[in-house]
């Protein structure tokens, strides 16, 4: 009697072990659909989201939607995505260190988003397309196959480009640099003052500089042909050119620069820039929450530029970055998922966003922004500046090829002098050849 | 191979060892149902650990085996099979052969390190009655306990350009020309990064072998002085040789640790940067698994790596092989 009572409860015990591994509730019986929604919580913060799903509930009673957020969102739903469990409703930029957008681009995992486009924003008259602000979508960034049709939709746009202490420049009366000349000038004068032109907080922050930089010298069709691995591209004295003038900056480098550019210490290298030790460090317009409790020197203002240009009066392009919104092909409500992200766009949702300084790309919302921010979207009213958005085209994946890491990097090598220019160029020339036959 | 692992405890052992066979010899001239009972109990006492055991660690193993043959962005249902393609890339990917010299680099160095270090400093608070040692002893064993996000922050602090622990101790020397970009020199920042594993896993391995040594009889040791043993001779002659089988262990166990240490480790300090200068087999295997979407190629360097480590411990177990010491 004992020993069958003691073999039950071990058996009980296997059980409840192993339940823990079984148990999967799926309540989809109750008539309402359960919308899925994941999202990165990023530097706009967590409320605008559960604002914003409140009153899409409020307007349509049939949808639950369950929100995930978090900010490693990546590491919490790829185990379930790897099980086939997916999100209907994914919020989610490129450019991200575990690059999962990227991954489910390059697998051709996305659902085709360009119907939300032609739809009606929910309880409007417009359609989602007429609402955006022309060149948004149809670039790589949206339209990542180059096929016309649109897979991740545009969320959020924010400048990137050149951040600086305007404080310090009305003080020593210097003017920011409008062409490469004047800004080598300007590294002369400033390091007889013992300030650095220029630093990054890590080497992948150069990829809004690279990015403006290959455009500004050979033009948007340069800087496809780049992005899209064209033939021989990186031997082309565009390219060349494009180096060149990244390996001459790089001489005026903070010192500290290389040695703070990791994961744990980036943020030194942007207090540089708080403590008037450098000029200018490229970056995005969350610089402003993340150093806000920094301590700065005495007139601190953060101040942003595009690149000079390449020669004088031509056109300079400022990198934009964009967040994305996307529904996975293997999502389950697909329909709802749609219904969902074209009122994402609606004039109710884009308020509630604006609230939190997260600025939408839909005409008109950028004037309701907060002073300093709205100093940074000025950038955009200079006609002889224009946005660029995009990025490296995605392939298929090539093993140990990640141009990007070549392209950035390797900007830690040249400063420290362990790699020349020229192994610069034929490394990138090396990958961007893989990278192209692997299908661009 | 002796029965013994730990070869700590040998005349405990040698009983437990005759003690053994006699419950079951006496099972088996018991009643037939009784011996199935034990042994349905038995094995329903075991199948919760061996069902764990094999879904948790035999299951996702073959798993990395059968993947590194496969190309594979980790999420699509398109697989495809490529054979040993993804080792024969292996051996052109210049990064791959760096993250591979490191890692044998930290491997060496640290285990040599940590080890002689650890036993050194196990024998001189066992052997001398130092005062305080108790304290020593905590104070070393605390990093053990630390995370590893932890220690990345404090060695941010230790290794700071400007006014890091040794940067300023330096400069409050006067030793300015010794001062280093700990962690963005690319000669350096692999011995950074062995200092902090060594920091880290020390004290642990000291706490170990001074458990080891203390139960040494300590007549031995008065013996031997008597003979006129010094102190360095007792610990080559008496302590080493029979904590040996102790050293053995921890020295397997010490070389897989090391392989997932430096991990961690690097991908808190450095990222394997300044430009993949510090890039070690995992964080790279990491890399091209998730980041570059290339699953099957970053199993590919898990086997390498199992392969690696499993070769490695066993050749330090062939290396140190000796006849266990009894006292």
């Known amino acids: 009697m ?71 969102i990546e590491d919490e739903i790829t185990p379930n995505m790897k099980a086939g469990r997916f999100p209907d409703v994914v919020v989610l930029g490129q450019g991200r260190k575990a690059a999962l957008t990227e991954t489910l681009i390059k697998d051709k995992a996305l659902e085709d988003l360009t119907p939300v486009l032609q739809a009606k924003v929910p309880g409007e008259d417009k359609t989602v397309g007429d609402k955006l602000i022309e060149g948004i979508v149809g670039n790589l960034n949206t339209n990542p196959y180059g096929d016309g049709k649109t ?33 080598f000038e300007l590294g002369e004068k400033a390091k007889k003052d013992d300030v650095a032109l220029f630093t990054y907080p890590t080497a992948g922050y150069l990829d809004s500089y690279f990015f403006s930089l290959l455009a500004d010298i050979g033009g948007e069709q340069f800087y496809t042909d780049v992005m899209t691995y064209k033939q021989g591209v990186w031997r082309t004295p565009q390219a060349r050119q494009a180096l060149d003038l990244t390996a001459r900056l790089l001489k005026y480098a903070a010192p500290t620069t290389v040695g703070y550019a990791n994961e744990q210490d980036f943020t030194k290298n942007q207090q540089s820039v708080l403590d008037n030790k450098a000029l200018f460090m490229p970056n995005g317009t969350w610089i ?74 839909i005409e008109g919302v950028a004037g309701s922004l907060t002073e300093e921010n709205a100093e940074f979207y000025k950038v955009y009213e200079d006609p002889s500046v224009a946005a660029l958005v995009g990025g490296f085209a995605s392939t298929a994946p090539v093993k140990g090829v990640d141009i990007k890491a070549t392209l950035f990097d390797t900007a830690n090598s040249v400063i420290s002098g362990d790699k020349t220019l020229d192994q610069w160029q034929t490394a990138l020339h090396e990958a961007s050849e893989k990278l192209r036959q692997a299908g661009g | ?58 299951v996702p193993t073959l798993n990395v085996f059968r993947m590194s043959f496969y190309t594979w962005s980790g999420f699509s249902p398109d697989m495809r099979f490529v054979g040993l393609d993804n080792f ?41 009655r130092l005062r305080g040692r108790s304290l020593y002893r905590f104070v070393l064993y605390v990093p ?81 002085a008597l003979d006129g043993a010094s102190p ?96």
């Open chain 2, 1 to 58: 191979m002796p029965g013994n692992p730990s070869g700590t405890l040998p005349p405990r052992t040698a009983t437990r060892r005759a003690a053994g066979p006699a419950p079951g010899r006496r099972g088996a001239s018991g009643s037939a149902p009784r011996r199935r009972g034990n042994g349905l109990f038995v094995l329903a006492s075991l199948l919760p650990a061996l069902v764990l055991f094999a879904v948790f660690m035999v």
């Open chain 1, 151 to 183: 897979y991740t939709m545009p969320m959020y746009y924010a400048p990137t480009g050149l951040f600086y202490n305007k404080g310090l420049f009305d003080k020593k009366g210097w003017k920011v640099p409008a062409t490469w000349d004047e800004m």
């Open chain 1, 2 to 72: 004992r020993r069958s009572l003691v073999l039950a409860s071990a058996a009980i015990t296997a059980l409840g072990l192993l339940t823990g591994c079984a148990a999967e509730g799926d309540g989809q019986d109750s008539g309402t659909t359960t919308l899925s929604v994941a999202a990165l919580e990023g530097g706009y913060g967590r409320d605008m989201y559960t604002k914003v799903i409140q009153a899409y509930e409020r307007a349509h009673p049939g949808v639950d939607v369950q929100l995930q957020i978090s900010k490693s």
């Open chain 1, 288 to 361: 402003v929450g993340e150093m806000a409790d920094a301590p700065r020197a005495d007139g601190f203002a953060w101040g942003l530029t595009p690149l000079p240009a390449v020669t004088e009066g031509g056109k300079r392009y400022i990198t934009t970055s964009v967040e994305s919104v996307w529904v996975p092909a293997a999502a389950k409500n697909k329909d709802a998922a749609r219904d969902f992200v074209a009122y994402l766009y609606s004039d109710e949702a884009a308020k509630i966003f604006a609230a939190s300084d997260a600025i939408q790309p």
């Open chain 2, 232 to 327: 360095v001779r007792q610990f080559f002659a008496i302590t080493l040789p029979l904590i040996w089988q102790n050293l053995r262990t921890t020295l397997t166990f010490f070389v897989m640790s090391a392989v997932n240490l430096s991990f961690v480790l690097v991908r808190a300090m450095t990222g394997g940067g300044p430009d993949g200068s510090s890039e070690v087999l995992l964080s790279y295997m990491y890399k091209q698994a998730y980041t570059n979407s290339s699953y099957g190629y970053g199993m590919a360097i898990g086997v390498v790596i199992f392969a690696f480590s499993f070769l490695v411990s066993l050749l330090v177990s062939r290396a140190t092989r000796r006849e266990p010491l009894q006292f």
């Open chain 2, 144 to 224: 053990s306990v630390l995370s590893v996000v932890v220690i990345a922050a404090i060695f941010s602090a230790v290794f700071d350009q400007e006014n890091g622990l040794i940067n300023g101790t330096l400069q409050a020397l006067s030793l300015d020309g010794l001062r280093q970009v700990w962690l963005g020199d690319q000669d350096l920042v692999l011995w950074s990064v062995a200092i902090a594993m060594v920091w880290q896993s020390l004290g642990y391995y000291m706490v170990l072998y001074m458990a080891g040594m203390a139960s040494i009889p300590e007549d031995v040791y008065e013996a031997s």
């Open chain 2, 88 to 128: 024969t890339a292996l051996l052109d990917d210049a990064q791959f052969v760096r993250a591979f010299q490191n890692t044998v680099a930290l491997l060496v160095v640290v285990t040599v390190v940590t080890m002689g270090t650890g036993l050194f400093l196990a024998a001189v608070m066992t052997r001398q």
